[in-house]
T-cell receptor, first 114, second 111 residues
Framework: NAGVTQTPKFRVLKTGQSMTLLCAQD?????MYWYRQDPGMGLRLIHY???????AKGEVPDGYNVSRLKKQNFLLGLESAAPSQTSVYFC?????????????FGPGTRLLVL | DAKTTQPNSMESNEEEPVHLPCNHS???????IHWYRQLPSQGPEYVIH???SNVNNRMASLAIAEDRKSSTLILHRATLRDAAVYYC????????????FGTGTRLTIIP
């Protein structure tokens, strides 16, 4: 099993450009999450999904959109990138909902917005 | 939200046990205590979680105080690979599923 994979690993964007980050999991997990991690701070939840076709807002959803068209994939979109969105983005998935389910994280996508 | 307090950093000698403390004095009765760790340049990794009783798994042990206002993650025999940032997290359900990560404890293992 590959676990949780993220594409791309690194990306540089100019302000105003758009992009989509892809998260894929092969563990048949129902729940998927997108976090961002900034220097000196812990991870903050952006959006999450409790199943195929569902999405919900997390702690810091502004400026991001998500889609879960297939159970194994969770896409994070930036419609108009801003320098404040420079961060490392982590995707995670879990079989059960919190607080019972351990979350499995991907390796991260490092995004730089100039 | 109930919050956790952890030391910013700790050091431990290789092959010695490590006790990582976490205070959560405002924990509610239904909050689970989770521990994750993040190795350099990697995503967080689940370590262990518990509610009231002490828990053991192949990675670590979790000791929970009787009043649940604090807990301790125990690494029985630290190796260099255990050098990471360790996060103590309360799992809170308000209709939003979320883990709230703080800044954690940076554990340095001394050879």
């Amino acid at each position: 099993n590959a676990g949780v994979t993220q594409t791309p690993k690194f990306r540089v964007l100019k302000t105003g450009q758009s992009m989509t980050l892809l998260c894929a999991q092969d563990m048949n997990h129902e729940y998927m999450y997108w976090y961002r991690q900034d220097p000196g701070m812990g991870l903050r939840l952006i959006h999450y999904s409790v199943g195929e076709g569902t999405t919900a807002k997390g702690e810091v959803p502004d400026g991001y959109n998500v889609s879960r068209l297939k159970k194994q994939n969770f896409l994070l979109g930036l419609e108009s990138a801003a320098p404040s969105q420079t961060s490392v983005y982590f995707c995670a998935s879990s079989y059960e909902r919190e607080p019972m389910g351990a979350q499995y994280f991907g390796p991260g996508t490092r995004l730089l917005v100039l | 939200d109930a919050k956790t307090t952890q030391p910013n950093s700790m050091e431990s000698n290789e092959e010695e046990p490590v006790h990582l403390p976490c205070n959560h004095s405002t924990i509610s009765g239904t909050d689970y205590i989770h521990w994750y760790r993040q190795l350099p340049s990697q995503g967080p990794e689940y370590v262990i979680h518990g509610l009231t009783s002490n828990v053991n798994n192949r990675m670590a042990s979790l000791a929970i105080a009787e009043d649940r206002k604090s807990s301790t993650l125990i690494l029985h025999r630290a190796t260099l690979r255990d050098a990471a940032v360790y996060y103590c997290i309360l799992s809170v359900y308000f209709g939003n599923e979320k883990l709230t990560f703080g800044t954690g404890t940076r554990l340095t293992i001394i050879p």
